[in-house]
């Protein structure tokens, strides 16, 4: 299909930066908001400053052009163990708790990250405190003091999180693959660091570490980019003062890199086992020394993981061969490269490796022969262009992080629109990628539990074999390939409407639909947002749970082409589980909705269940279901933290059960009950006129024909805890143990929610500095305030390499009981601080109109149809007194929590708890014993 001709400048346009020696033009999107300025400091440091109109928060990132690949041969890990000392104090700041202490105290985050060639220091604040958060990122990065009593402390950390990642998948593969491709490439070394590695006299270590920053940590090295609502003169003079200290020095010189992959290895095998059960192969193809620009390759990327009829995923899966195709660039770095095609075989599926290989060089040489023609070049351009034009906004820390990104892939001109950077003519990027993608250049990785290994990797244990071939088994494809189409979803359409701005009001008010209308055009885009619930009176029950999930699973499968080929062109369409009932979400461009909408609606009501996709998704949904274990105590614990407040969870082995029971003929009958008995809530927030809003309602009646009241289906609300429970137990595959804390507060109410985040903002901070820096408990620390309004609580979770549950527990107990000797010493400034910095992130600005929808619909589901929640709550927040809040924790304390814990070796006994509509219970059998009490007050 032939595509009208499209070029670039006819949507974009460059705009000169001032700048005061980086003469350079920063190509801007015609709809963004903010001001650029690009300039150097006296030390040389490349900075770009951003001034973001009417933001209520500031973020920054500091990139250093160093990262793991800069270990020392004899000390690996020793970037990442830098990047956790360099916070424990400054000259300006000694303190080693002092940079975390003043984030918590101004409700701001920050971290950093140490990758293979960069690593990554940032934060995000409220605006007022951002010259203060400078000063001290500038100090951290300039003057660290690296103070001697804290390297042991910081090296068991860097161990911890050694073992953390240990349990991680795609880090254990990734091992496996560096190891093979090439032991001399610096993929190939172990970056995180252990004990092992990084041990020895710690006043060695840290001279070592304090010399890697002089020979790294230069301004020449460094660059700093900046965004607030501050003038960016008033940003300059900030980043002036806080990084005129960072020293020049000079920078090291670079080795050249190795070659990705040893001469002579491939075509090769690669054999991985995993720590759970799962089976995927993973196509991976090296581009050495001559690797286009990712942006360039697109094109090629979107029809490998095409998903319409003769697609390789369509074809592979009517054969039943895979169910999922995956494409992504694994590395891309100083002009190498390498890409990888992922296969989700399925645990269930025969493993025909040899066929789905011939099956996708087939594909690749369809696209060789047909992928590249011209209409399909203009139609990624138009779509890249497309996006860049129609400006999305983001979070400042988002903003930051991306333009650092992108500064380590593309010169200035291209920090905002490299990734969108095509040409609608040029083949020759595709082509270069297309020559690097056959047989001879390929190390094919089958990650299977049943993949014979012979050997294990030097950290982390992972059973691999690699195999040298000298040629691939010859296979039959799978027939019937073709290319995707043009997409129909394109947008042309890209008005402005002129609406007057108002909280949402109600347009219908039917027994079966109402629906909620909330026009805007603050965000200057012709977009808009839906949240659709579909909702029935059937009781709650883990039947129901096990069809509803067979439904979705069914609709996602149908849906697939059509969602991915609407995301393409930038409209967002999902169905999920939501309230035990479905819910719908479109976000994007406005014009292209009534048509996906109705595209879903067809599918959910009139598509015939065929026995071949719910013979595949009954396939998915009993291996999602089957006996395994999350990989970490963390993802068990939120796993399980959802199955305990949630009714419309139910236990794996539950769900299994009622799956065993369900036949297509019971399915097919139960959807076409579950439809004629539909509630329906709608709201439409954005660009789009009442009457647009309307006529989407008449498409929900003609199709949906809803007619239950909604007095009929009630919202579900969070179970609450009985008194006395037991402690709960869940299961991972980790070495690791966790603890979790559920504590929901006594009352409801906002001043029961504003105290909620009061207390999760006074306890968050102190609770990470003295278990995870100054107890070495574990690596991962966290503290928050339970997003359930209706039911507001705290969760305080630890999850530890070295200790296990019932030691953890006691040194949550001993912090907790020092909480209320914390409330006490609040003055009125600390406490005026404390609300100011809740407020203040309450207060975020809305950055779209899907978060915007978001929040309007978690108020309507509350019941807070003023649609002013936030205005209320800070006013609450404002006038909590020192009083209140202390009686609230007496309160707590006495009030009914639970005690998760996850350890190696113990056993889950969640299936013992009696979990109610609305009170989770404990009443075990008679031969059962009765588990310690998890009472969160004083033991």
């Known amino acids: 299909m032939a595509l009208p001709s499209f070029r670039l400048p006819t949507l974009l346009m460059a705009a000169l930066l001032p700048c005061t020696s980086m003469a350079t033009a920063l190509i801007v999107s015609p709809k963004d908001p903010h001001q650029y300025r690009s300039f150097q400091l006296p030390n040389r440091l490349p900075v770009l400053v951003i001034h973001d109109p009417g933001a209520t928060h500031a973020a920054a990132n500091v990139a250093v052009a160093t990262g793991a690949a800069a270990d020392p041969a004899d000390l690996p890990g020793l970037a990442h163990l830098t990047e956790h000392l360099v916070f424990l104090g400054s000259k300006p700041f000694p303190d080693p708790n002092g940079y975390s202490g003043f984030m918590g105290r101004v409700g701001g985050n920050f971290n950093a990250t140490t990758s293979l060639y960069s690593t990554d220091y940032y934060f995000s604040v409220p605006a007022n405190a951002l010259p203060e958060a400078l000063d001290r990122l500038g100090a951290t990065l300039s003057t660290p003091l690296f103070d001697p009593r804290y390297v042991d402390r910081e090296r068991n950390a860097v161990d911890a999180e050694f073992h953390l990642r240990a349990d991680w998948e795609g880090v254990r593969v990734g091992e496996a693959l560096g190891q093979s491709l090439n032991p001399r490439h610096a993929m190939a070394a172990f970056h995180i660091g252990n004990l092992q590695t990084l041990?020895?006299?710690?006043?060695?270590?840290?001279?070592?570490?304090a010399a890697f920053t002089r020979e790294h940590y230069s301004s020449l090295n460094m660059q700093l980019v900046?965004?607030?609502?501050?003038?960016?003169?008033?940003?300059?003079?900030?980043?002036?003062?806080?990084?005129?200290?960072?020293?020049?020095g000079s920078v090291a010189a670079t080795s050249a890199s190795a070659d990705l992959v040893t001469p002579g290895l491939l075509p090769a095998t690669l054999n991985v086992k995993p720590i759970k059960p799962t089976q995927r192969l993973l196509f991976v193809f090296p581009v050495n020394r001559n690797a286009p620009a990712a942006p360039d390759t697109a094109v090629v990327l979107s029809q490998i993981t095409a998903r319409g009829p003769g697609s390789l995923q369509d074809a592979l899966r009517k054969a039943g061969l895979a169910r999922g195709v995956g494409v992504h660039w694994m590395l891309h770095q100083h002009q190498q490269a390498l890409l990888g095609i992922e296969i989700d075989l399925g645990l269930h599926t025969r493993a025909d490796l040899d066929r789905v290989q011939a099956s996708v060089f087939a594909y690749l040489d369809l696209i060789r022969q047909q992928g590249l023609e011209p209409w399909r070049l203009r139609q990624d351009a138009q779509l890249a262009a497309q996006r860049f034009a129609e400006f999305q906004p983001r979070q400042p820390l988002q903003l930051v992080r991306e333009i650092a990104e992108n500064s380590k892939a593309y010169p200035l001109q291209d920090w905002l629109f490299g990734p969108y950077r095509r040409s609608d003519s040029d083949v020759r990027p595709a082509a270069t990628l297309l020559a690097a993608l056959t047989p001879n250049n390929l190390l094919r990785v089958w990650i299977s539990p049943e993949a014979q290994t012979d050997t294990a990797t030097p950290w982390m244990n992972v059973?691999?074999?690699?195999a040298r071939l000298p040629d691939w088994p010859t296979a039959q494809p799978v027939s019937e390939l073709a290319l995707p189409p043009a997409n129909p979803y394109v947008a042309d359409d890209f008005t402005l409407l002129p609406?007057?701005?108002?909280?949402?009001?109600?347009?219908?008010?039917?027994?079966?639909?109402?629906?909620?209308?909330?026009?805007?055009?603050?965000?200057?885009?012709?977009r808009a947002s839906w949240r659709l619930s579909l909702r029935t009176p059937a009781a709650d029950s883990a039947a129901e749970y096990v069809y509803l999930s067979l439904y979705v699973l069914w609709a996602q499968d149908r849906l697939q082409n059509t969602l991915r080929d609407a995301r393409g062109a930038g409209l967002q369409g999902t169905v999920d589980i939501d309230d035990g009932?479905?819910?719908?979400?479109?976000?994007?461009?406005?014009?292209?909705?009534?048509?996906?909408?109705?595209s879903m609606l067809a599918v959910l009501a009139d598509t015939e269940v065929d026995a071949a996709s719910f013979d595949r998704v009954v396939g998915r949904a009993r291996e999602y279901w089957q006996p395994q274990s999350p990989s970490t105590p963390a993802a068990a614990m939120d796993s399980s933290v959802q199955l305990i407040l949630s009714p419309g969870n139910w236990l794996p082995a539950e769900s299994l059960k009622a799956l065993s029971q369900v036949t297509l003929a019971e399915f097919r009958q139960w959807r076409l009950q579950w439809l004629?008995?539909?509630?329906?809530?709608?709201?439409?927030?954005?660009?789009?006129?009442?009457?647009d809003a309307e006529a989407i309602g008449q498409l929900l009646e003609s199709r949906l024909h809803p007619r239950v009241a909604a007095a009929q289906v009630p919202f579900t609300r969070n179970r609450q805890l009985a008194a006395g429970l037991p402690l709960a137990r869940t299961e991972s595959t980790s070495r690791d143990s966790g603890l979790t804390l559920l504590w929901p507060l006594p009352g409801e109410g906002l001043e029961t929610q504003a105290d909620s985040l009061l207390l999760a903002q006074l306890i968050r901070t102190p609770f990470y500095q003295t278990l995870r820096t100054e107890q070495q408990t574990g690596y991962l620390v966290f503290t928050e305030a339970h997003p359930d309004w209706r039911r507001p609580g705290l969760r305080l979770t630890v999850q530890s390499s070295a200790y296990r549950s019932d030691e953890i527990r006691r040194r949550m107990q001993a912090f907790l009981d020092n909480v209320e000797q914390r409330i006490a010493q609040l003055d009125e400034q600390s406490l005026g601080k404390l609300r100011g910095a809740v407020v203040a992130n309450l207060n975020a600005r809305v950055q779209s109109a899907n978060v915007l929808a978001d929040r309007y619909w978690a108020e309507m589901v509350i019941g807070e149809h003023g649609y002013n929640s936030v205005q209320r709550m800070s006013s609450v927040l404002g006038e909590r007194s020192?009083?209140?809040?202390?009686?609230?924790?007496?309160?707590?304390?006495?009030?009914?929590?639970?005690?998760l814990a996850c350890d190696p070796g113990e056993p889950q006994n969640l299936a013992s708890f009696t979990r109610t509509p609305t009170q989770l219970q404990w009443l075990p059998t008679v031969t059962e014993a009765r588990p310690e009490a998890s009472t969160a007050g004083r033991e």
């Open 199 to 209: 041990g020895g006299d710690p006043a060695r270590l840290r001279e070592r570490v």
């Open 676 to 691: 004629s008995q539909l509630h329906v809530d709608a709201m439409a927030v954005g660009n789009l006129a009442a009457h």
């Open 226 to 248: 900046l965004s607030g609502p501050q003038s960016l003169d008033a940003l300059q003079a900030m980043a002036s003062k806080s990084f005129a200290q960072l020293p020049q």
């Open 499 to 526: 609406l007057a701005e108002h909280a949402p009001r109600q347009l219908i008010d039917t027994p079966g639909l109402r629906l909620w209308h909330a026009p805007e055009q603050r965000f200057e885009a012709p």
């Open 581 to 598: 009932g479905l819910m719908l979400r479109l976000d994007g461009l406005r014009q292209r909705q009534p048509l996906l909408l109705e």
């Open 882 to 899: 020192k009083a209140q809040l202390s009686a609230r924790w007496a309160a707590m304390r006495q009030a009914p929590a639970l005690w």
């Open 463 to 466: 059973p691999y074999t690699l």
